[in-house]
């Protein structure tokens, strides 16, 4: 019960977080304006992102990406939860992982489902010498969902094969199995 309420918890707290920063950009910063936190590093720049990360599927018509991009959020979630109930109990970074993706796509969803588009305002940009960089803009949300699939991979690399020793007993080798060079040979008889 602790883990389904670590879950909700952390998935609805990164949704709330998601939707406030949103909601406060919209209310604070115009369309397609921004607010320099760190000059030359780090923005505010209110935009709407109509297509899928990185400006996936812009070149898509509009009646066609919507629907697409809303189903794969949609079936995004369901894999989510699917992976969710068959995560063990002893592995409480996937649990945590799983919640930041979910509060994260879930914010990016309402977004496209209400808006039709997904609002973004963090802007990270640089130069180096004569070379000016700048990260695409992203939001709250993605923050947490990049997160979320960084601790779902470190956890599955920190637990690497699973020992079978950890296995319920129904799934172990069998134990005649691993205890057979402790059997002494039959005894043969000689014949005279």
């Known amino acids: 019960m602790r883990r389904h309420a670590l879950f909700i918890a952390v998935a609805g707290t990164c949704l709330g977080i998601d939707q ?3 909601h406060a950009v919209m209310a604070e910063i115009p369309y397609q304006r921004s607010v320099e936190v760190l000059p030359g590093v780090l923005r505010l720049r209110h935009v709407h992102n109509e297509a899928a990360a990185f400006g996936l599927l812009r070149q898509v018509p509009e009646a066609w990406r919507i629907p697409v991009l809303v189903g794969v959020s949609g079936a995004a979630i369901l894999l989510i939860l699917a992976m969710y109930r068959s995560t063990r109990p002893d592995r409480p970074a996937s649990v945590l ?3 930041l993706v979910l509060g994260g796509a879930l914010g990016n969803l309402y977004d496209r489902v209400s808006y039709g588009h997904v609002v973004d305002f963090i802007q990270f940009q640089g130069r180096l ?3 000016y960089w700048q990260w695409p803009t992203f939001n709250a949300a ?3 969902i990049s997160l979320g699939v960084g601790l ?3 956890d599955l690399l920190r637990r690497g094969d699973p020992d ?3 296995a319920p007993e129904a ?3 069998s134990e005649a199995l691993s205890h057979a060079a402790d059997v002494p040979e039959p005894e043969t008889l ?3």
């Open 190 to 192: 000689e014949h005279s």
């Open 164 to 166: 079978p020793l950890d």
């Open 129 to 131: 010498r004569d070379w």
């Open 152 to 154: 779902l991979i470190v």
């Open 20 to 22: 406030g920063t949103k």
């Open 142 to 144: 993605d923050v947490f």
């Open 97 to 99: 992982g799983l919640a």
């Open 171 to 173: 799934e172990r080798p």
